[in-house]
């Protein structure tokens, strides 16, 4: 089934604390993408890689990292989480322009 | 920059009423627009979408949408709206290259029996 996957679903922690969400596809899509969302501000985009060892900035990307070693695999890194990083993140991946984006399930981030 | 403005950020309708969610975009050419949908604890899924074929867009569950270049929108319909339409519907937006989406800020859709 092609499906993009994120874990975990749920995550709190505290400030300061590293963390990282995975993402892996298997649709061998070239496009990966993180975004947050938050109440009456919709879905922005943190960062987006179009193939691997590319990624590039979103619109939010301060206090975010992320990495494309691999074609498959788009994790998220937060080196030092703060509270204002409680959202719900979404990782996405798409085959190229023009092309619908698959959605992983979400990741809801807690960071106290 | 692109941008999608989604006028009303909750919309609430009568079951069995007709369902019209308003999309604007701002590019200079037309975009590869889309229209997706987010069920209470889901992640997005898609509804429809434009990519320069016909103007009216056919999707699932019975919505469509049209494409109109002239008024730079691509409003969402439903003839009749069912209890299950209730979620959060986006607008998306990108342009012709291998670009990200740019999402407007949601509008959540009501039912009401």
């Known amino acids: 089934e092609a499906q993009v996957t994120q874990n975990p679903r749920y995550l709190i922690t505290v400030t300061g604390k590293k963390l990282t969400v995975t993402c892996s596809q298997n649709?061998?899509?070239?496009?990966m993408s993180w975004y947050r969302q938050d109440p009456g501000l919709g879905l922005r985009q943190i960062y987006y890689?179009?193939?691997?060892?590319?990624?590039d900035k979103g619109d939010v990307p301060e206090g975010y990292k992320v990495s494309r070693k691999e074609k498959r695999n788009f994790p998220l890194i937060l080196e030092s989480p703060s509270p204002n990083q409680t959202s719900l993140y979404f990782c996405a991946s798409k085959r190229g322009g023009g092309t619908e984006a698959f959605f992983g399930q979400g990741t809801r981030l807690t960071v106290v | 920059a692109q941008s999608v403005t989604q006028l009303g950020s909750h919309v609430s309708v009568s079951e069995g009423a007709l369902v019209l969610l308003r999309c604007n975009y701002s590019s200079s050419v037309p975009p590869y627009l889309f229209w997706y949908v987010q069920y209470p604890n889901q992640g997005l899924q898609l509804l429809l979408k434009?990519?320069?074929?016909?103007?009216l867009v056919k999707g699932i569950n019975g919505f469509e949408a049209e494409f109109k270049k002239s008024e730079t929108s691509f409003h969402l319909t439903k003839p009749s709206a069912h209890m299950s339409d209730a979620a959060e519907y986006f607008c998306?937006?990108?342009?012709?290259?291998?670009?990200?989406?740019?999402f407007g800020k949601g509008t959540r859709l009501s039912v009401i029996a």
């Open positions: 998306a937006v990108s342009d012709r290259g291998n670009t990200p989406l740019v």
């Open positions: 649709m061998n899509h070239e496009y």
């Open positions: 890689s179009m193939n691997v060892e590319v990624t």
């Open positions: 434009y990519t320069s074929a016909a103007t």
